[in-house]
């Protein structure tokens, strides 16, 4: 079963505009990640975010984790057609032995040029 | 370094059928988990190998197994297939060990279609 959800589910915006997408999840976590996808086809890595920690940026994307509401949130800034995917949050369970991730519902993005 | 290789890409079975799906991670992960992603029901984890055994299994029937050699490949099976195994499986692999705190490399994944 899924840790949690993501919203929103679709977002559509220009090109040049930030667009926002929201994880939360139900459990105590060892980390959050955020992968992308482009057209079903596999994921790419993005950003990990350690329980510890609260914001962290990598080039034009920034995400943000409060484990106090169990929520994350990834923002990429002057988006581009090529950002256009599918976005996923996925947790690593505190105390899990391994790597299992737990993948929300995922948000479509869709960036028009 | 080549990245995670998953063979076959596509596949169509027939119901009752068997398949099995390779995976190959990058080399010197020994971490290799599964995943099927379905339309209804999203990504979804099946099981976790490292150092040749299961190490976390998701929520799926028993018709659902696999197994990881001595080079960290993995393979898994779905025996008695159902129309609703049509699916993405997608193959991750990491470092594995006691590094917790690493991302995640996956393969393009094998689309499994039943008719």
């Known amino acids: 079963s899924q840790q949690g959800e993501e919203d929103p589910q679709a977002l559509s915006i220009q090109e040049g505009e930030n667009a926002t997408m929201n994880c939360s999840y139900k459990?105590?976590?060892?980390?959050l990640q955020w992968y992308r996808q482009n057209s079903g086809r596999g994921l790419v890595h993005l950003i990990l975010?350690?329980?510890?920690?609260r914001e962290k940026h990598s080039g034009r994307l920034r995400v943000t984790l409060d484990t106090s509401k169990k929520s994350s949130s990834l923002l990429i800034t002057a988006s581009r057609a090529a950002d256009t995917a599918s976005y996923f949050c996925?947790?690593?369970?505190?105390?899990?032995?391994?790597?299992?991730?737990?993948f929300g519902g995922g948000t479509r993005l869709m960036v028009k040029p | 370094k080549a990245g995670v290789t998953q063979t076959p890409r596509y596949l169509i079975k027939t119901r009752g059928q068997q398949v099995t799906l390779s995976c190959s991670p990058i080399s010197g992960h020994r971490s290799v988990s599964w995943y099927q992603q379905t339309p209804g029901q999203g990504l979804q984890f099946l099981f976790e190998?490292?150092?040749?055994?299961?190490?976390n299994k998701g929520n799926f029937p028993g018709r659902f197994s696999g197994r990881q050699f001595s080079n960290s490949r993995s393979e898994m099976n779905v025996s008695t297939l159902e129309l609703g195994d049509s699916a993405l499986y997608l193959c991750?692999?990491?470092?594995?060990?006691?590094?917790?705190?690493?991302?995640?490399?996956f393969g393009q994944g094998t689309r499994l279609t039943v008719v």
């Open positions: 459990t105590s976590i060892n980390n």
């Open positions: 996925a947790t690593v369970i505190l105390n899990n032995a391994g790597n299992m991730l737990t």
């Open positions: 991750a692999s990491s470092p594995g060990g006691g590094q917790r705190n690493t991302e995640a490399f």
């Open positions: 975010i350690r329980s510890n920690e």
């Open positions: 190998y490292f150092s040749e055994t299961q190490r």
